[in-house]
T-cell receptor
Framework: DQQVKQNSPSLSVQEGRISILNCDYT??????FLWYKKYPAEGPTFLIS?????DKNEDGRFTVFLNKSAKHLSLHIVPSQPGDSAVYFC??????????????FGKGTKLSVIP | DAGVIQSPRHEVTEMGQEVTLRCKPI?????LFWYRQTMMRGLELLIY????????DSGMPEDRFSAKMPNASFSTLKIQPSEPRDSAVYFC????????????FGDGTRLSIL
């Protein structure tokens, strides 16, 4: 049972346009959400995050939106650049005891930005 | 700053052999996580440590898998005996303890069991 779902395995966007990556979750105990970016043969790299008490967080070209009632978050990249081509993972965090927080990942969306 | 360092980057071995994957977390980080990535299941948490103590190993698939963290700067994930279905990319990640601390990943070990 997938608690974090990224329903689009892939997305193609023209350079300069907006990329919108979506993520849905089912567990209401998740209280912190992150996006990671992964290039081939490398580990995931932290990109941006949002706390459940907020509905938007912006960092340069990247903005994450959270809709708690719909259990949905999205990552907007604008303008998209060819270097943004990568796999993007959505992750959700919940307290797991002993002062630790555990991440649950979606399966990723492969973004291709076409020059 | 040095990131999370994993070794080896690639491992090819025959079924039945023992495999040991190594991880050096970022200095000062006190949480360490082992993940496995496959096409079918994506990124799965296998086990994690807090201050060198295993907290949750419910993701470890079988008794063939074991993990240790003898000190704050080193962890191993061992598979004995290995099987072809263990073929995957294994990632180690570390973070500061506490909420809202992002995990930092190594570049992974690509394991192939023949």
């Amino acid at each position: 049972d997938q608690q974090v779902k990224q329903n689009s395995p892939s997305l193609s966007v023209q350079e300069g346009r907006i990329s919108i990556l979506n993520c849905d979750y089912t567990n209401s105990m998740f209280d912190y959400f992150l996006w990671y970016k992964k290039y081939p043969a490398e580990g995931p790299t932290f990109l941006i995050s949002i706390s459940s008490i907020k509905d938007k967080n912006e960092d340069g070209r990247f903005t994450v939106f959270l809709n708690k009632s719909a259990k949905h978050l999205s990552l907007h990249i604008v303008p998209s650049q060819p270097g943004d081509s990568a796999v993007y993972f959505c992750a959700a965090s919940a307290y797991s005891g002993a002062g630790s927080y555990q991440l649950t990942f979606g399966k990723g969306t492969k973004l291709s930005v076409i020059p | 700053d040095a990131g999370v360092i994993q070794s080896p980057r690639h491992e090819v071995t025959e079924m039945g052999q023992e495999v040991t994957l190594r991880c050096k977390p970022i200095s000062g980080h006190n949480s360490l996580f082992w993940y496995r990535q496959t096409m079918m299941r994506g990124l799965e948490l296998l086990i994690y440590f807090n201050n060198n103590v295993p907290i949750d190993d419910s993701g470890m698939p079988e008794d063939r898998f074991s993990a240790k963290m003898p000190n704050a700067s080193f962890s191993t994930l061992k598979i004995q005996p290995s099987e072809p279905r263990d073929s995957a990319v294994y990632f180690c990640a570390s973070s500061l303890a506490g909420q809202n601390q992002p995990q930092h990943f190594g570049d992974g070990t690509r394991l192939s069991i023949l």
